[in-house]
C-alpha cells in the first residue's frame, strides 16, 4: 500500500468507560485473539483481523483497518485508568477518500459494537 495524497481525517471517535483496568484493556486490544481471553472479536465476512500498528502500554493501541477495501484507515485507541476500570477512547482516521455517509455509519456503529459491547462484555460486564 502506498501513501495517499488527502490529509489524516478524523472519521468518528468515542469515549466510554470500560470495567477492567488499562492494563488489561490494552492487553485485549494489542491480543484480541488470544485464546486464554473471552473471545470478542467477532468480524464480518467483508473484515479482517487488524494489524497492531502501534502499541504504548498501557496508554496506546493503533490498528490496520478492518476492511480490507479501505486500507487507509486506522483505528486509534487511547487508554486513560479512570476508577476500578479505565476509560477508553476509540478513535477512526483515515488518509484516503472519505467512505460514503452510509458506509460511514456502517463502519463507526460497527467499532461502537466491538469495542462498547463485546470487548466490554467480555469483562463480565
Do not use: K
Not at 46 to 53: F, G, K, N, R, S
Not at 58 to 87: H, K
Amino acid at each position: 500500500m502506498g501513501s495517499y495524497p488527502h490529509a489524516v481525517l478524523e472519521l468518528g471517535s468515542r469515549l466510554r468507560a470500560q470495567p477492567a483496568p488499562a492494563r488489561v484493556v490494552w492487553s485485549s486490544l494489542t491480543r484480541p485473539r488470544d485464546l486464554a481471553a473471552r473471545q470478542w472479536l467477532d468480524l464480518l465476512d467483508a473484515e479482517v483481523d487488524p494489524q497492531i500498528l502501534e502499541s504504548v502500554e498501557p496508554a496506546l493501541v493503533v490498528w490496520s483497518t478492518l476492511w480490507p477495501d479501505r486500507p487507509y484507515e486506522r483505528t486509534r485507541f487511547d487508554i486513560q485508568p479512570g476508577g476500578q476500570g479505565c476509560q477508553l477512547r476509540w478513535t477512526l482516521l483515515t488518509a484516503g477518500p472519505p467512505p460514503t455517509v452510509s458506509r460511514l455509519g456502517h463502519m463507526r456503529s460497527r467499532l461502537n459494537l466491538l469495542i462498547n459491547e463485546r470487548l466490554r462484555g467480555s469483562y463480565g460486564q
